[in-house]
Nanobody, 125 residues
Framework: QVQLVESGGGLVQAGGSLRLSCAAS????????MGWYRQAPGKQRELVAA???????NYADSVKGRFTISRDNAKNTVYLQMDSLKPEDTAVYYC???????????????????WGQGTQVTVSS
């Protein structure tokens, strides 16, 4: 179906920046929304930012003005530029994508929703 591979996590000091990338691959027919979620220890997974194929964006209040989501539709890739990082941004960040794929068994077009494996972001104070 469709696989997502994330990269770009790491350790950074408060006030620093990181850029996450997530590339989708497989029998992709189209991708509608792509987004980033995060999950801190002991907390539920939460939406950080999302972007549609048309470029409309949505951000969690806690990251507005600091994080920027973008995508390259030709490369099926979504990015998350994270600036002015805070210790409370520490979490595992997961990429998510929803769209349609070609099933080569019967050549039909089907819906998919996929998650990446997660990448750790740690912000030290």
């Amino acid at each position: 179906q469709v696989q997502l591979v994330e990269s770009g996590g790491g350790l950074v000091q408060a006030g620093g920046s990181l850029r996450l990338s997530c590339a989708a691959s497989g029998s992709i027919f189209s991708i509608n929304a792509m987004g980033w979620y995060r999950q801190a220890p002991g907390k539920q997974r939460e939406l950080v930012a999302a972007i549609t194929s048309g470029g409309s964006t949505n951000y969690a209040d806690s990251v507005k003005g600091r994080f920027t989501i973008s995508r390259d539709n030709a490369k099926n890739t979504v990015y998350l530029q994270m600036d002015s990082l805070k210790p409370e941004d520490t979490a595992v960040y997961y990429c998510n994508a929803e769209g349609r794929y070609r099933d080569y068994v019967d050549w039909s077009i089907k819906d998919f929703g996929s998650w990446g494996q997660g990448t750790q972001v740690t912000v030290s104070s």
